[in-house]
């Protein structure tokens, strides 16, 4: 509920501080006074967009504070939970306006976006204008108002998100579906590469050990030569090679009987290499009688290495990534294989989505019907109060032609009224007269609001062009819904203000040289006074203060208070 709106330097209100009650209030006052300005200023604190014109002259930036007391409001309340910004049972909204025309918005004193304060304005007031009735003509409206009549908003929400669900998975499957020709030929292709490589049997480092052993092969035959060649230099018993040579010298440095001790160094040194001479001999000799040259073995070799360079080229990459390719295509494949497996799980959600949603949707429209009866009735018999005694109110629920999910339900919703005796029903956008349609729109207000769990209904001016005893069945109705919470009426009928609890009254005070919007409450006396100036105007009579102070008692009367 709203306890108190402060506003400071909007528009012709220098500074206003109204605290407000539960129970129906009225807002009155002559025309030009600025009666909306306290639910413009409002509708600021609640999200509504701003500019510069906002602030008054002379000021650099207009304040609105609105405190709400969450009782009876646990959805505010654990919206605010759910972001650290709950104060117990109070909430405090606050927009500053520069001029600007920059924007401040605060939510129990902490920094918040304008669509937070949407967000939360939502859960705390209803506001209902006098140009109400052109909404009314959509059917998105309609379908809101009976969802809410019925208590039906929740499982709305969930028909809706089923339905959204459904579509997304069905563009999922459709790109899916549209890629599968792609994804199949790729794999194709990808099958026969890692197939070919497979059947090479791969192995860890095969290509750099191959290609040492190829060399060595390659190099056979010139190292056997070289071999020969060696072991022939070296050979004993063959004038010309070292060992004769080596075999020659000590014979001639030992045949001196008497030989200089500088020489034994000499003679032991050649004699050592005469020894290793012979060794390397052997080991020549042994390495060539038992050197094996497979030409079979080599041609193999070859082949191998030709197949892996002819893959690695193939592939564009070198033969030692052979087997690291071939285990990224395996990795590719299976990718490919689980993506194609992916449509048929996708096939299987969208039944399962399908299913629920039509269980959801069927539940929804059963109690859609039932409220409607209940609502058409309460409708037709309300706007025949209201100065239509054979009017008829219709909700129409009409099947979709679709068997495709639709996020608002199975049916589309229309608000359907015969204002006259003999007539059809028909939709409200082609009601001919706009008094008619003004009453039928307020009667639909009034009624869905009794449902309504926001505590605060403001009704600004939506009882324009109505009068009479009409207009007093009007009061009647905005009282009873303030019995039940709070009611904010701005009304220009004294029979619609004589039902109000409290009486606000706007006026401007001019000083001279500046004029200010002011809003004061009205007492007993005062309200007979205000009620007897919107009956006569400016000349008010006897007649007139009777009449208001009838009204008053009237109201009071009809109220039972």
């Not at 007979?528 to 009204?551: I, N």
Request: a negative charge; glycine letters at 6%; hydrophobic letters at 35%.
């Amino acid at each position: 509920m709203l306890v108190q709106l402060v506003i400071r330097h909007y528009a012709t209100i220098e500074h206003l501080d109204l605290d407000l009650r539960p129970g129906m209030t009225v807002i009155t006052g002559e025309t030009g006074a600025g009666k909306s300005i306290m639910v413009d200023a409002l509708g600021l604190a609640l999200g509504d967009r701003a500019d510069s014109s906002a602030v008054r002259p002379g000021a650099e930036r207009a304040e609105i504070l609105a405190h709400f007391s969450l009782d009876d409001l646990p959805e505010a309340r654990q919206w605010l939970q759910e972001r650290d910004l709950d104060q117990e049972d109070v909430c405090l909204l606050r927009r500053i306006v520069t001029t600007e025309g920059r924007s401040r918005a605060y939510i129990n004193g902490s920094l918040c976006s304008l669509n937070d304060l949407k967000t939360l304005g939502a859960y705390l007031v209803d506001i209902h204008s006098q140009h109400e009735h052109q909404s009314l003509l959509r059917a998105e409206t309609h379908r809101r108002l009976l969802d809410e009549y019925a208590q039906a908003q929740s499982l709305a929400q969930q028909v809706q998100q089923l339905a959204q669900h459904w579509s997304q998975t069905r563009r999922a499957l459709e790109q899916h579906q549209q890629q599968q020709a792609q994804r199949q030929a790729q794999q194709e292709l990808l099958e026969y590469q890692h197939e070919e490589l497979e059947q090479l049997g791969l192995v860890e480092n095969e290509v750099p050990q191959l290609e040492q052993e190829h060399r060595q092969l390659a190099e056979a035959e010139a190292l056997l030569s070289n071999c020969r060649y060696v072991l022939d230099l070296c050979s004993e018993g063959k004038s010309g090679t070292i060992q004769a040579a080596l075999n020659s010298s000590l014979n001639r440095l030992t045949g001196c009987n008497s030989r200089p001790k500088a020489l034994e160094e000499a003679i032991q040194l050649l004699s050592s290499a005469q020894i290793q001479v012979a060794e390397a001999v052997n080991e020549l000799q042994h390495f060539i009688d038992h050197f094996n040259s497979d030409p079979q073995h080599q041609q193999q070799l070859e082949q191998r290495l030709n197949t892996l360079y002819r893959l690695a080229r193939k592939h564009r990459i070198q033969p030692e990534a052979l087997l690291e390719h071939q285990q990224q295509l395996h990795h590719t494949l299976t990718q490919l294989q689980e993506e194609s497996a992916h449509c048929g799980h996708l096939e299987q959600h969208m039944d399962q989505l399908a299913q629920e949603y039509r269980q959801q949707a069927e539940h929804l429209s059963h109690i859609r019907r039932q409220a409607a009866t209940q609502l058409e009735a309460i409708i037709s018999r309300e706007i025949q109060g209201l100065g239509m005694p054979k009017g008829r109110f219709k909700i129409e629920l009409e099947p979709q032609s679709t068997t495709i999910p639709q996020p608002h339900g199975l049916e589309q919703i229309n608000f359907l009224v015969s204002a006259n005796p003999g007539q059809p029903v028909r939709p409200l956008a082609k009601v001919a007269s706009g008094g008619e349609l003004s009453r039928i729109s307020l009667a639909i207000q009034v009624i869905t609001a009794q449902t309504s769990g926001i505590p605060t209904l403001i009704f600004d001016e939506v009882d324009v062009g109505i009068g009479g005893p009409t207009a007093a069945v009007i009061g009647q109705l905005l009282r009873q819904l303030g019995n039940r919470g709070q009611v904010l009426s701005v009304t220009h009928a004294a029979q619609v203000a004589a039902h109000g609890h409290q009486h606000l009254l706007v006026h401007k005070a001019d000083n001279g040289q500046e004029t200010h919007t002011q809003i004061s409450e009205l007492s007993s006396t005062q309200r007979v006074e205000e009620l007897a100036r919107m009956m006569s105007g400016l000349q008010r009579t006897e007649e007139s203060y009777a009449h208001a102070r009838a009204l008053l008692e009237d109201a009071v009367g009809q109220s039972g208070d």
